[in-house]
């Protein structure tokens, strides 16, 4: 069993209003790859909102009272606090040098997942607005003009709780289940799995990340080819959103 990670190495920086599919396509002409069923495109989020001109101008924020006392306490700019609180439904944790909050979308991450890195100086990148879809457009629009089978994951760099680091997640998809649900199936000794769910477009997402990188990889879209269970798993309906765990079954919140 192998499986295959090949990172797209020559997307030019992506600006608002840029069709990502015909990029995508272009790019991968030039390095010579020819597409097949069950490849899995993932995608750096920083790019899906750059693509629709989802910026932040931080220079423009008026910050307010709440974002200036959060700014003394974490160390982080006033006008950047301002940006986390307009994104955030709630705020979880407040740390010496961090905020992790509940994003709109309901993600728990730092700083509403708003990212200043590999960006203009002055702006920064929220989440996409609506990050299924932006996949599930995606998707949409290769498999037309591939005629292949095709899955996108959206990916982001979040921390862990209890955890040192960050790794990659999906915060969009389209095209496979983002969970496997595998209760009932058997083990190597014949015991049958009573909790077992899988976060496949986590794991994706993660393995994407090991030559996506987070500095100057130049590295954002990267093709997961010969998942063995891509056909098992299709879906155009599963998403991110399946990955979000209600606030009531939260252990660590209530």
């Given at each position: 069993?192998?499986?295959?990670?090949?990172?797209?190495?020559?997307?030019?920086?992506?600006?608002?209003?840029?069709?990502?599919?015909?990029?995508?396509?272009?790019?991968?002409?030039?390095?010579?790859?020819?597409?097949?069923?069950?490849?899995?495109?993932?995608?750096?989020?920083?790019?899906?909102?750059?693509?629709?001109?989802?910026?932040?101008?931080?220079?423009?924020?008026?910050?307010?009272?709440?974002?200036?006392?959060?700014?003394?306490?974490?160390?982080?700019?006033?006008?950047?606090?301002?940006?986390?609180?307009?994104?955030?439904?709630?705020?979880?944790?407040?740390?010496?040098?961090?905020?992790?909050?509940?994003?709109?979308?309901?993600?728990?991450?730092?700083?509403?997942?708003?990212?200043?890195?590999?960006?203009?100086?002055?702006?920064?990148?929220?989440?996409?607005?609506?990050?299924?879809?932006?996949?599930?457009?995606?998707?949409?629009?290769?498999?037309?003009?591939?005629?292949?089978?095709?899955?996108?994951?959206?990916?982001?760099?979040?921390?862990?709780?209890?955890?040192?680091?960050?790794?990659?997640?999906?915060?969009?998809?389209?095209?496979?289940?983002?969970?496997?649900?595998?209760?009932?199936?058997?083990?190597?000794?014949?015991?049958?799995?009573?909790?077992t769910r899988i976060a496949v477009a986590d794991e994706l997402a993660a393995s994407a990340s090991l030559i996506m990188g987070q500095a100057d990889e130049g590295l954002p879209v990267v093709?997961?080819?010969?998942?063995?269970?891509?056909?098992?798993?299709?879906?155009?309906?599963?998403?991110?959103?399946?990955?979000?765990?209600?606030?009531k079954h939260d252990a660590f919140r209530t």
């Open positions: 069993m192998k499986i295959e990670l090949i990172g797209l190495e020559n997307l030019p920086l992506i600006k608002k209003d840029d069709e990502l599919s015909s990029l995508i396509l272009e790019s991968a002409l030039v390095q010579g790859l020819k597409w097949n069923d069950g490849d899995i495109i993932v995608i750096a989020e920083t790019i899906i909102s750059k693509a629709e001109g989802n910026y932040i101008n931080l220079d423009s924020i008026k910050p307010g009272a709440e974002a200036n006392d959060l700014a003394q306490k974490t160390g982080k700019s006033p006008e950047l606090m301002e940006a986390i609180l307009n994104h955030s439904r709630e705020i979880v944790k407040v740390g010496n040098d961090f905020i992790v909050t509940e994003s709109n979308h309901g993600f728990i991450c730092a700083n509403a997942g708003i990212d200043e890195s590999n960006v203009e100086n002055g702006r920064a990148t929220p989440l996409p607005h609506n990050p299924d879809n932006s996949a599930k457009k995606l998707r949409k629009n290769i498999e037309l003009k591939t005629g292949k089978k095709i899955a996108v994951v959206i990916s982001d760099t979040q921390g862990r709780p209890f955890r040192e680091g960050a790794v990659g997640v999906a915060i969009g998809s389209s095209g496979i289940k983002t969970i496997w649900n595998r209760k009932g199936e058997m083990d190597l000794y014949g015991r049958k799995l009573e909790t093709i997961v080819r010969g998942y063995p269970n891509f056909e098992i798993l299709k879906d155009p309906e599963s998403g991110a959103r399946d990955l979000i765990r209600p606030k």
